[in-house]
Antibody, heavy 120, light 106 residues
Framework: QEQLVESGGGVIQPGRSLRLSCAAS????????MHWVRQAPGKGLEWVAV????????YHADAIRGQFTISRDNSKNTLFLQMNRLRPEDTAVYYC?????????????WGQGTLVSVSS | EVVLSQSPDFQSVTPKGKVTITCRASQSIGTSLHWYQKKPGQSPKLLIK???QSFSGVPSRFSGSGSGTDFTLTINSLEAEDAATYYCHQSSGLPRTFGQGTKVEI
């Protein structure tokens, strides 16, 4: 069945960088757009970024544009989120999610999440 | 940016009761509106896609309706396992956005 497994989270000091990974299996990874969504402690879901199936189109939320970059490696069925100049307000559980249909729409599969804690 | 506003923020319901959650979009989004259930420590789960289409495996007590700017998620005959926070999400345009969430307590 479809599976998404995030990794790369942890405790990190403000100003440092971190790269999250999301390993996909059980579906044709290269056929679907992929997203990152985060949830800060005690807060709601916040959409972060999307990348098209072939990686040619990317869009980032205003809050993290220029700071975070989404990418993918279809040969390794893996999605990435490069996070630079981390701030305490970036502390959250980060989820990767798969689009439910080719071309966009709902998010039908989610990873278990990886916690990023930005603290000195 | 499409802003999604959910109401209420919190609702307490008795078992076998009914919950109605509304989601209002700041501009017309057709039926590009989806509903998710989120429990603490778990990843979000898709309930309803495109405003009214049930996702595979979701119990029939969950239903959705609406189009344009006003949408509704209804949960009939609530069970204890339905205690969660529910979010609407739009795929009409970028950036994608979520509602602020509605916490349902049973």
């Amino acid at each position: 069945q479809e599976q998404l497994v995030e990794s790369g989270g942890g405790v990190i000091q403000p100003g440092r960088s971190l790269r999250l990974s999301c390993a996909a299996s059980g579906f044709s990874f290269s056929s679907y757009g992929m997203h990152w969504v985060r949830q800060a402690p005690g807060k709601g879901l916040e959409w972060v970024a999307v990348i098209s199936s072939d990686g040619s189109v990317k869009y980032h939320a205003d809050a993290i544009r220029g700071q975070f970059t989404i990418s993918r490696d279809n040969s390794k069925n893996t999605l990435f989120l490069q996070m630079n100049r981390l701030r305490p307000e970036d502390t959250a559980v980060y989820y990767c999610a798969k689009e439910g249909q080719i071309g966009g729409g709902f998010l039908d599969s989610w990873g278990q999440g990886t916690l990023v804690s930005v603290s000195s | 940016e499409v802003v999604l506003s959910q109401s209420p923020d919190f609702q307490s319901v008795t078992p076998k009761g009914k919950v109605t959650i509304t989601c209002r979009a700041s501009q017309s989004i057709g039926t590009s509106l989806h509903w998710y259930q989120k429990k603490p420590g778990q990843s979000p789960k898709l309930l309803i896609k495109y405003a009214s289409q049930s996702f595979s495996g979701v119990p029939s007590r969950f239903s959705g309706s609406g189009s344009g700017t006003d949408f509704t998620l209804t949960i009939n005959s609530l069970e204890a396992e339905d205690a969660a926070t529910y979010y609407c999400h739009q795929s009409s345009g970028l950036p994608r956005t979520f509602g602020q969430g509605t916490k349902v307590e049973i």
